[in-house]
């Protein structure tokens, strides 16, 4: 085996926009660079390809084939004409390049037929098979193109040197149904995706107890549920909050503060999240399907527990009775309001959740330890 020094190798990261644009998967991307370079990795941009206008009448020509022929649905991001055109696109682009190590997150659909001299990185939070009438953005393929997305999917991860996964949940999945050898699998967990203060304060209003609600989609994040477990909870605690952030349900409620999008990019909006979870007790999300969730990590820097599903990697984001609980996908909103009934009941437990919900943040939920743990992989690259 040989070891490498990290000091002097240069990482080329594929990704849809340049490195430093926050917005590329919710910033997880941004993030994941800034640790590269954090622990002294030299970093360059490697654009996705940008197909000819001819390619892209190829393509449309053959999703339209499918449809007419199938009539199903039809994945236009993992098909083997657009596989292939993409590696070898790739493959000219790299040849410009001198790099030593290619770091290709999300990238199923364009990398499997790749082949290069410098080992291949692949990282993604999920395995297209699981999310199959899982995932909104996956349901309702046809038989054809879930086959040709899966091979595709196992193609990548066989032709890449190292496999990473956000959790044992997408992890195992590879291992079991793609047959991927465990010593190419490994799973390091992500970070928050926004500034954290170094020394964290937990307050709250006096009298009152917060709930927040904080995603982009109401119905897919559970937020029906979220909103009647409050209504139980109103009923008896008339002091209770309610924030929803992120989306604008149409609730014809004046208790229940609703806040839409708030830009992360800026300064104005970073200082407006921070008052919020400042003043928030329990972060209420229970999500329909969920392969990680950057927002749990995100209270939990704040000594905020959460309270959702036992879907997808959730649980392996939130210790159960250490940083919050989960429940059955099937639990109703009487459930979850009598875990948070509970909590009022017993602050100590609350505070308890709370100072393990901000020490699990340092510990695992952050880029540093990431950074961390992709130095040891890259170091043991032979």
Not at 319 to 337: C, F, H, I, R, S
């Amino acid at each position: 085996m040989i070891i490498v020094a990290n000091m002097k190798k240069k990482i080329l990261i594929l990704s849809e926009k340049p490195l430093d644009n926050y917005n590329v998967w919710s910033g997880t991307m941004y993030s994941m660079n800034q640790a590269f370079i954090e622990q002294g990795y030299i970093t360059e941009w490697l654009p996705t390809p940008q197909y000819t206008p001819k390619q892209e009448k190829l393509f449309r020509f053959i999703e339209k084939a499918y449809h007419k022929i199938f009539n199903r649905g039809f994945n236009k991001m993992h098909f083997i004409t657009k596989a292939w055109i993409s590696s070898r696109l790739l493959k000219k682009e790299i040849k410009k390049r001198e790099f030593d190590i290619l770091f290709a997150p999300i990238s199923a659909g364009i990398i499997p037929f790749l082949k290069i001299k410098q080992p291949i990185i692949y990282l993604n939070d999920a395995n297209a098979a699981q999310l199959f009438n899982y995932n909104i953005m996956f349901t309702g393929f046809g038989w054809l193109s879930k086959k040709i997305t899966c091979y595709l999917e196992k193609k990548t991860m066989q032709n890449a040197k190292v496999n990473v996964f956000s959790t044992f949940w997408a992890a195992n999945y590879a291992v079991q149904h793609y047959k991927i050898p465990k010593k190419k699998v490994i799973v390091n967990m992500f970070g928050t995706n926004m500034f954290i203060p170094k020394n964290n304060e937990y307050t709250q209003d006096v009298g009152t107890f917060n709930i927040l609600f904080f995603a982009g989609r109401w119905e897919l994040k559970g937020g029906p549920i979220a909103y009647e477990a409050y209504k139980i909870l109103k009923q008896k605690y008339p002091n209770i909050l309610f924030t929803i952030v992120g989306c604008t349900p149409n609730l014809q409620d004046p208790d229940v503060k609703i806040i839409p999008f708030i830009n992360k990019n800026t300064a104005d909006g970073i200082h407006k999240i921070h008052k919020i979870l400042t003043q928030t007790n329990i972060l209420l999300l229970p999500t329909r399907n969920e392969a990680y969730g950057v927002v749990f990590c995100e209270t939990a820097a704040f000594g905020i527990p959460s309270i959702s599903t036992k879907t997808g990697g959730v649980p392996e984001i939130i210790v159960e009775g250490k940083t919050g609980y989960t429940l059955p996908l099937d639990a109703g909103a009487e459930e979850y309001a009598q875990i948070i009934e509970n909590l009022i009941l017993h602050p100590e437990q609350l505070q308890e959740l709370s100072k393990n919900a901000r020490q699990r943040y340092e510990e695992v939920l952050n880029w540093k330890v990431w950074g961390e743990k992709m130095k040891e992989v890259i170091n043991h690259l032979s």
